[in-house]
């Protein structure tokens, strides 16, 4: 099955099913649908950075700090999370990804609308990434994505990053430091 065939739910503002549509369609008509990102890192701690591919039907060819995509009609946002972690980082047995929070991604400049949750695993085992998915990856420590994301975009060498990706990120980096604070880091 191709990827634009693939049925998803869509969803409302308050992440209720309300239609069933193949991805293509979601996307072109800029449908709120559900997917998940699953940050993950080595047992150093350094974080897995990926370069999609340039056939990706969503964000071609540009740099996330997530694996993850989208959930599948009737499928549950912890079951995809590992089903789309093991299936990006090509490796099976993969703990479970931990559920930190759900964020819901507007954006009209990109068309692009969704519910997601967010999860971190840590992969201890050597990654051997989907061709079809990633075109480059690496594990880098934390401080060098910070730094590639302070690149201004467009500039010489600067990395064009998933908006829906670095939105996640920075909600990442909020509910860590509510954490830090003494607070639950509320989800929503």
Known sequence: MRAADE??????????VIAQVPRGEAYVK???H?????FVRDPGGRVFIH??????????????????????AGEEYDEAALREAEEELG????????PLFSLRYESA?????????????????????????VAWHAFVPEEE???RLAEEPGGPGAWEWVPDGRAAYER???????GEAGGAGAAG
């Open 7 to 16: 049925i998803l739910d869509i969803v409302d503002e308050n992440d209720h």
């Open 91 to 98: 490796v099976s047995g993969l703990d479970r990804p931990v």
């Open 30 to 32: 800029g449908l709120r």
């Open 109 to 133: 400049e990109v068309g692009f609308r969704a519910w997601s949750r967010v999860y971190e695993v840590v992969c201890a085992v050597p990654v051997n990434p989907q061709a079809e998915e």
């Open 51 to 72: 370069r999609r591919t340039p056939g990706k039907l969503a964000f071609p060819s540009m740099y996330d700090m997530f694996v993850g995509g989208v959930v599948g």
């Open 145 to 147: 994505l910070e730094r």
């Open 172 to 178: 990442l980096k909020a509910f860590r430091a509510a």
């Open 34 to 38: 559900r997917s998940v990102f699953v």
